[in-house]
């Protein structure tokens, strides 16, 4: 089912380790390298070292740029279920 949407992922390392990253897993979506960690900062992701670094967060944002759904995790683990994640998908105009 297309879903009109798109996955981008952030990580913490630099570009070129991301690309290399990116190439060797064969990931099939957008990676961006946020080395500095400022997008991360703008939507509130926690960075915790204790934690193995970034804790995951997702968001969807619709065209209009609005968070319509996220999910800030409690640690490596806590990430949303995908049937959530396509419910919301389902549900946007």
Aim: hydrophobic share 40%; no cysteine.
């Amino acid at each position: 089912m297309d879903r009109n949407a798109e996955i981008i992922a952030l990580g913490p390392d630099g570009p070129n380790a991301f690309k290399k990253y990116w190439a060797k897993e064969k990931i099939p979506f957008i990676g961006l390298a946020d080395i500095h960690s400022k997008v991360a900062r703008q939507y509130y992701q926690e960075v915790n070292l204790i934690k193995a670094g970034r804790i995951p967060a997702l968001m969807i944002i619709d065209l209009q740029g609005r968070i319509v759904y996220s999910h800030y995790g409690d640690s490596m683990r806590d990430i949303p279920p995908n049937t959530e994640v396509f419910k919301v998908l389902d549900e946007m105009p």
